[in-house]
T-cell receptor, first 115, second 115 residues
Framework: NAGVMQNPRHLVRRRGQEARLRCSPM?????VYWYRQLPEEGLKFMVY????????ESGMPKERFSAEFPKEGPSILRIQQVVRGDSAAYFC?????????????FGSGTQLSVL | AQSVTQPDIHITVSEGASLELRCNYS??????LFWYVQSPGQGLQLLLK??????LVQGIKGFEAEFKRSQSSFNLRKPSVHWSDAAEYFC?????????????FGRGTSLIVHP
């Protein structure tokens, strides 16, 4: 039973380019969460999605960031026109239940580096 | 708003010594409390969780944590640390009401184990 799969593991972009991060949840999980980890700041919640719906995007920056979780395929976190401050580790987690969240299963993350 | 404070950024212990990692939380009602562990380059793994009932909870790898409502604390303990326990430890709070059901994480405590 595969865990949460994230790709790529490492992504290098130049300022102004677009970054697309992918996340396939565990089999049977329909709830996906994206977190961002900056050095010594812990994990910051970004967005919570269910299939085809954004449930909570209170942690998403208002501009340049978007997320989707289509009916088929992985969840995508998209960052347009990246800046150096976007450099961070981005983690996806999934759960079988929504409210409340009893356990999150995390992927290994995507390390985004913006040159 | 809910929050988690992990006052120790780094903790250093000798192998075989006991360990206590501190966690204080703020939440509007009865919280769900979690401890996760992150090994280098990996995602987070759930160590243990508290939802209700016995305030002393047992987790994997010999860890335990005690919920103290009066102190708003959920400290993680282990009687004898192994070198393989060296990792980053995150406390998180969520719940079913009184705050967000999506877990909020602390900044983490880095555990260093000396031989």
């Amino acid at each position: 039973n595969a865990g949460v799969m994230q790709n790529p593991r490492h992504l290098v972009r130049r300022r102004g380019q677009e970054a697309r991060l992918r996340c396939s949840p565990m089999k049977g999980h329909s709830h996906v969460y994206w977190y961002r980890q900056l050095p010594e700041e812990g994990l910051k919640f970004m967005v919570y999605l269910q299939k085809e719906n954004i449930i909570d995007e209170s942690g998403m920056p208002k501009e340049r960031f978007s997320a989707e979780f289509p009916k088929e395929g992985p969840s995508i976190l998209r960052i347009q026109q990246v800046v150096r401050g976007d450099s961070a580790a981005y983690f996806c987690a999934s759960s079988p239940n929504g409210m409340p969240v009893e356990k999150l299963f995390f992927g290994s993350g995507t390390q985004l580096s913006v040159l | 708003a809910q929050s988690v404070t992990q006052p120790d950024i780094h903790i250093t212990v000798s192998e075989g010594a006991s360990l206590e990692l501190r966690c204080n939380y703020s939440y509007g009602a009865t919280p769900y409390l979690f401890w996760y562990v992150q090994s280098p380059g990996q995602g987070l793994q759930l160590l243990l969780k508290y939802f209700s009932g016995d305030t002393l909870v047992q987790g994997i790898k010999g860890f335990e944590a005690e919920f103290k409502r009066s102190q708003s604390s959920f400290n993680l303990r282990k009687p004898s640390v192994h070198w393989s326990d060296a990792a980053e430890y995150f406390c998180a709070v969520g719940g079913a009401s009184g705050g967000s059901y999506i877990p909020t994480f602390g900044r983490g405590t880095s555990l260093i184990v000396h031989p």
